[in-house]
C-alpha cells in the first residue's frame, strides 16, 4: 500500500519542456521500480518510461531520446523530463509503484491519479 502524488502536468507549445513529479509513500521496500504510463482519451494506457531502485531505466520508443526519468531515492521522488514535447504526447500522466526488481504494466502495485499534459501544435 504505497500513495502517490503527482505534480507538474499543464499546457505547453510542440517543441517545449515539462517536468513530472511523483512523491511515494507508504510500505516502502528497498529495492522497487517506479515509472510514467499515459492515456489519451479513449486509447489504452501505455507505459513510457520506468526506473528501478538500482537506477536502470527503460524507455518507450515514442518517447527515447526526448524523455528522461530520474530518482531521488531519499525522498522517494521520481521525475520525467519531457523535452521536445509533440503533440501526440497529450494525455494524462500516471506515477506507477511496484515493490519488485522492475515494473511493468502487469505488475503495478500503485496508481497515482494522474496529471494532465496537453501539447498544442
Known amino acids: 500500500q504505497v500513495q502517490l502524488l503527482e505534480s507538474g502536468g499543464g499546457l505547453v507549445q510542440a517543441g517545449g519542456s515539462l517536468r513530472l513529479s511523483c512523491q511515494a509513500s507508504g510500505s516502502i521496500l528497498s529495492i522497487n521500480a517506479m515509472g510514467w504510463s499515459r492515456q489519451e482519451p479513449g486509447k489504452q494506457r501505455e507505459l513510457v518510461a520506468t526506473?528501478?531502485?538500482?537506477?536502470?531505466?527503460n524507455y518507450a520508443d515514442a518517447v527515447k531520446g526526448r524523455f528522461t526519468i530520474a530518482r531521488d531515492n531519499a525522498e522517494n521522488t521520481v521525475y520525467l523530463q519531457m523535452n521536445s514535447l509533440k503533440p501526440e504526447d497529450t494525455a494524462v500522466y500516471y506515477c506507477a509503484f511496484a515493490n519488485s526488481w522492475f515494473l511493468y504494466d502487469g505488475g503495478v502495485e500503485s496508481w497515482g491519479k494522474g496529471t494532465v499534459v496537453t501539447v498544442s501544435a
Open positions: 526506473i528501478t531502485s538500482g537506477g536502470h531505466t
